[in-house]
């Protein structure tokens, strides 16, 4: 394993011709996808990895300047890819690793047969003639509450953002890997996250794109998937799934997993 895959804890697991790469969203790292992995090891090669940031990753290892625009993550996702020799992939990004992908595939096209996205958003922020579901106020707000007590906070956000209360074990789980992270790292991600705007590169994306949403998601309200579906520069389907919160695969795999392998092997079988 060479240095980049090391920091970033790669892992491959199963073995095919075809390599599938899954990314997580913020506050949460490789695990969200345990209840997926089980049905794709047997016939797709698998890679794992942790942004960097998340509570798994080595903290000394986050440079607060690289990590300000999402692009930094995109190149960790590229460097990733090379130094794995993965010539091609489908990938499935949850949440912000979806627009990380996104990014990645205008600069390197060639890494990528198909983007999955769940939940995924080019901007949170609402703007003239857009409705991302955030206002400024409220995520000057969110961003007070994480300085100010980061386990508060934590405990508040997890529940809202999974759409469940404390004691699911989808909650329970998101609210141990949000724990993980360091307060400083976490609240600079989220800044990064939430303030980020990606809708002028759309257009440049023309790897195929399936964008699978939550009908009701704290983060990421439904509109957002058709215009991104509007103005992906490439081939794109949406379908929105009948789970509630931004955590869909965590939160409810008996109705997400189907949907994911059904969108994975939508154009293999065909």
């Known amino acids: 394993m060479g240095i980049v895959a090391e920091a970033h804890n ?19 790292d490789q695990s969200v996808w345990k ?20 509570g798994t990753t080595n903290p000394e290892y986050f440079d607060f300047e690289r990590y300000t ?4 993550y995109a190149y960790d996702l590229i460097s990733i890819l090379e130094e794995l020799q993965v010539h091609s992939c489908i990938f499935v990004g949850h949440s912000v690793s979806g627009m990380i992908a996104a990014i990645a595939s205008v600069t390197r096209p060639d890494l990528f047969s198909k983007l999955v996205l769940i939940a995924a958003s080019p901007r949170y922020l609402n703007d003239v003639d857009y409705y991302g579901g955030f206002e400024q106020e409220d995520l000057d707000q969110l961003f007070e509450a994480m300085g100010q007590n980061y386990k508060a906070w934590c405990s508040g956000f997890a529940p809202l953002a999974v759409g469940g209360d404390m004691d699911s074990v989808a909650v329970q789980e998101f609210s141990r890997t949000l724990f993980n992270m360091r307060p400083d790292i976490a609240l600079s991600v989220a800044q990064t996250i939430f303030q980020s705007d990606m809708r002028q590169i759309l257009g440049m994306v023309t790897v ?4 699978l949403q939550s009908f009701k998601d704290l983060a990421v309200p439904v509109v957002v998937s058709e215009y991104l579906h509007q103005h992906l520069g490439g081939e ?28 994975i092997r939508y154009d293999i079988a065909t």
């Open 208 to 211: 195929p794109c399936h964008i």
């Open 69 to 72: 625009s999402l692009e930094g």
């Open 35 to 54: 209840h997926l992995i089980p049905h794709l090891v047997d016939d797709f090669q698998v890679v794992l990895y942790d942004n960097m940031g998340a």
């Open 10 to 28: 790669v892992k491959v697991l199963g073995s095919g011709n075809q390599t599938i790469v899954l990314g997580h969203g913020f506050g949460t």
């Open 236 to 263: 794109s389907i949406v379908e929105v799934m009948s789970s509630d919160g931004h955590l869909p695969q965590l939160s409810s795999p008996d109705i997400v997993i189907p949907v994911l392998l059904r969108h």
